[in-house]
């Protein structure tokens, strides 16, 4: 891997997040995850962490850092690689999926890649299969990071994530959206990388409230119905749509770590 102290810094950063979001989530589920190590095919690898609880019936929180040679085809679509296709990337990805459908699915990435050019990409999207009570203080604290780097960013960044979660094929969003940013390099990669952070900190903190407030809440068999249903779009939308599974295929990674975001079931009607 390249010897770079911007890169190792978001590197050592995303992997402090996942300890922290895997200790979180353990203490509240009362299961631990298995870690499982994986080596990239070109070079670095990752740490696969996956758990089957109580109250997430699926999840995933993976950490990657690797580096490569971008084939031809998707030189012409990431910036830098037609100057120098050799690429270094280093993210989180976290995909959950409770056993209550009173819990929406929630998922968080975020990564820094470096061609020869370098910039953040990431997010925050949620999936409730039922109505999501807390639904505008999630937006709301979203907006409030936002703003506080620019305030152009919140409007920007939710249309972007209500655009991408889009299920075209069935004219209907995916979840109620989030945040969805990328090619973030505003010229100061210190404040960049400090909203970065706070997007992930704001996970955290939402995986934790949102857990603790839902998990004894009561559920019947038609509420789980729906939600297998509601499953079966965003198995759909990984398949068809997602940037980051293409990705990952496209440059080696490893399968079950790519294909970790998919349901542990899912029904079409």
Not at 20 to 44: A, C, M, P, R, Y
Not at 86 to 105: C, D, E, R
Not at 145 to 150: G, P, Q, S, T, V
């Amino acid at each position: 891997m390249i010897s770079d102290p911007k890169f190792n810094t978001a590197k050592d950063w995303f992997e402090k997040l996942r300890d922290n979001l895997v200790d979180t989530i353990q203490t509240i589920d009362s299961n631990e995850f298995e870690i499982i190590q994986w080596d990239h095919k070109s070079d670095g690898g990752g740490v696969m962490s996956k758990i089957k609880g109580n109250i997430i019936e699926k999840g995933g929180v993976n950490i990657s850092t690797v580096g490569g040679v971008f084939n031809e085809q998707m030189r012409e679509t990431i910036p830098g690689a037609i100057e120098d296709p050799n690429y270094n990337a280093t993210g989180i990805s976290v995909v959950l999926h409770p056993l209550s459908p009173k819990i929406p699915s929630m998922h968080f990435n975020t990564r820094f890649l470096k061609t020869s050019q370098e910039w953040f990409g990431g997010g925050i999207d949620i999936t409730p299969s039922l109505k999501f009570n807390n639904e505008e203080n999630y937006h709301k604290g979203l907006e409030k990071i936002c703003n506080r780097y620019d305030k152009s960013y919140y409007a920007k960044y939710k249309k972007w994530c209500d655009d991408y979660f889009f299920l075209k094929h069935r004219n209907e969003a995916r979840g109620i959206g989030g945040i969805f940013f990328d090619y973030l390099q505003t010229g100061d990669w210190g404040k960049d990388f400090e909203f970065v952070q706070e997007v992930g900190l704001y996970f955290q903190n939402f995986v934790k409230t949102t857990l603790l407030a839902l998990k004894d809440e009561e559920w019947n068999n038609d509420e789980k119905q729906i939600q297998l249903s509601k499953r079966s779009r965003y198995a759909e939308f990984n398949l068809l749509y997602d940037r980051g599974t293409k990705f990952g295929l496209e440059t080696g990674g490893n399968i079950d770590a790519i294909l970790m975001s998919m349901p542990p079931l899912a029904k079409w009607d």
